[in-house]
């Protein structure tokens, strides 16, 4: 259960546009590419000129059912392109193409973890349709003007139930989509440039009262943007309710210089723009045999590399889906999990202090300056006793900053071999109990911290260099023998 805020539960549901990466438009040849001088890459299809047709592209629809067989959905063997009317600028046609009562793709859902807690937000659908084009406002000449470079690109619109009850849960969520699109390709996931947009549809209640009336953000384009206008918007919504306003259902953008959400328009609902199926388009037909192929050639999914990573290397399900955020994230665990022998202490590396430093830079874990080789060099040193895991992390951090480029070397250099002499180990532990004769007395009479204090001081002695277990079990026998 999700905890309340003033008594209040928070209700989510996303609408995503993951722009497709097809090299052509959805409908046209014009090209999709990023940047182009305005209206350089509009061709008369776009532009809406009359007796032109749109053709629909297959790579469009195959990336669609590359999406449904990477979320768990069932792909429609038959689905319609309807047409949504409305009047803008930027829309020449006067209607926007898109998928509306059948859509290609339904059902399936997307699983993460929120912090240790395993999630998932079922998604109804996800629907094809078509970018419209750009409106420029050139303030310096007081002119708008329309670019429509943008009109007719590719979009999959993905669109979840109200499953999501806080906005660390949204992000997440939406963390999970893009990691998602990316990895299948798909998607670039741009966010900057407006390649993943999100939508979040964004009510509270008291718990138990049905649905409250939501306000829909549109288009954030950033992780910490989204979190912060969702925020915004809860408390809006609690303090307007508090001081007796209804919530109207709207449309609103977030601003990100105030920190605020500003109605943009009260939300028109599906009747007004009078939608009907596209005549100059035929039904989408998929046919198993299409699913199938596209299915046998995409590689293999973050969840079902998960579950392998929990099968061959016995990892807990966290690990696993942490380390598959990425592709290059994965190898890099796998690579450093099979040339060590210890995937348990790789992924606790590559989880804590790796993703610690990468998280740090610009550079992705591709550019780390520790290569997978030599963070398996590493732990072979710790899991034979070489050094301790504290000596460990003074040589990755040599190793990260350029001090050095081989394990043995910088453990040499930096005189961090673990004392495994036993014999001087005792002599240490000695000379710590006569130094400690108040120690001594609270532990045999049954405190335990004093135990503790005493392995301090032997460690330090030891500038570091014992072997904690040792120092334990020597100690122990001392006192003992005391
Ligand atoms: P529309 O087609 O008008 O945009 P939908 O019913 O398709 O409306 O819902 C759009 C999104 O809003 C979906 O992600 C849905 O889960 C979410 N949603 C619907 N009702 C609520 C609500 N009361 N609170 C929060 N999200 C909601
Ligand atoms: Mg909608």
Redesign the pocket.
């Known amino acids: 259960m999700n905890k309340l805020i003033q008594g209040y539960e928070v209700?989510?549901?996303?609408?995503t546009h993951a722009q497709l990466s097809t090299q052509s438009k959805i409908f046209s040849r014009a090209p999709t590419a990023f940047g182009a001088e305005p209206n350089t890459q509009a061709c008369a299809v776009d532009l809406a000129l009359p007796g032109t047709l749109p053709v629909m592209n297959r790579g469009a629809v195959e990336r669609a059912i590359e999406f449904g067989l990477a979320v768990n959905s069932t792909i429609a063997p038959h689905s319609v392109f309807a047409r949504k009317n409305y009047f803008y600028p930027d829309l020449p046609k006067g209607y926007q193409i898109s998928q509306f009562e059948i859509p290609v793709v339904q059902g399936g859902s997307v699983e993460f973890f929120l912090g240790d807690e395993k999630r998932s937000v079922r998604l109804?659908r996800a629907h094809l349709e078509e970018d419209a084009g750009k409106s420029l406002h050139e303030d310096f000449v007081g002119q708008s003007g329309i670019d429509l470079n943008r009109a007719g690109t590719p979009l999959l619109e993905i669109?979840?139930?109200?499953?999501m009850g806080s906005s660390d849960e949204a992000v997440a969520y939406a963390k999970e989509l893009h990691k998602i699109v990316t990895w299948i390709g798909i998607c670039d996931g741009n966010m900057q440039e407006g390649s993943f947009r999100c939508?979040a549809?964004?009510?509270v209640r008291k718990p138990g009262a049905p649905?409250?009336?939501?306000r829909?953000i549109k288009n954030l384009n950033s992780f910490k943007f989204m979190k912060e206008a969702i925020d915004y918007e809860i408390r809006w919504q609690i303090e307007e309710i508090e001081d007796g306003r209804a919530i109207v259902q709207a449309t609103v953008l977030f601003d990100p210089d105030t920190g605020e959400t500003r109605s943009m328009r009260t939300?028109e609902?599906?009747a007004d723009y009078r939608y009907f199926p596209d005549p100059d388009l035929p039904p989408l037909v998929v046919a198993p045999e299409w699913v199938e192929s596209v299915r046998s050639q995409m590689a293999e999914l973050p969840r079902v590399m998960a579950a392998r990573f929990v099968k061959d290397y016995g990892l807990p399900e966290y690990d696993a889906t942490t380390l598959t955020q990425s592709k290059a994230m994965a190898a890099y665990f796998e690579a450093a999990a099979q040339a060590s022998g210890q995937p348990k202490l790789a992924s606790n590396w590559i989880m804590g202090e790796l993703s610690r430093r990468v998280n740090a830079g610009d550079a992705g874990i591709e550019q780390a300056p520790v290569s997978a080789k030599t963070l398996a060099a590493l732990i072979s040193r710790i899991a034979d006793n070489t050094i301790s895991n504290a000596a460990a992390r003074q040589v990755f951090e040599a190793l990260w900053n350029g001090e050095g480029h081989e394990v043995d070397a910088v453990i040499e250099a930096k005189g961090l071999k673990q004392m495994n002499d036993s014999g001087a180990l005792e002599k240490i532990i000695d000379e710590v109990i006569a130094a400690n004769p108040d120690n001594v007395a609270q532990f045999r009479a049954g405190k335990d911290k004093a135990f503790n204090a005493l392995v301090g001081q032997a460690m330090k002695a030891s500038k570091g260099k014992a072997n904690p277990a040792q120092v334990n079990e020597l100690l122990r026998a001392r006192l003992a023998a005391l």
């Open positions: 209700v989510i549901g996303f609408e109804v669109v979840t139930e109200p499953d939508d549809n964004v009510s649905l409250g009336t939501r829909e939300k609902d599906a």
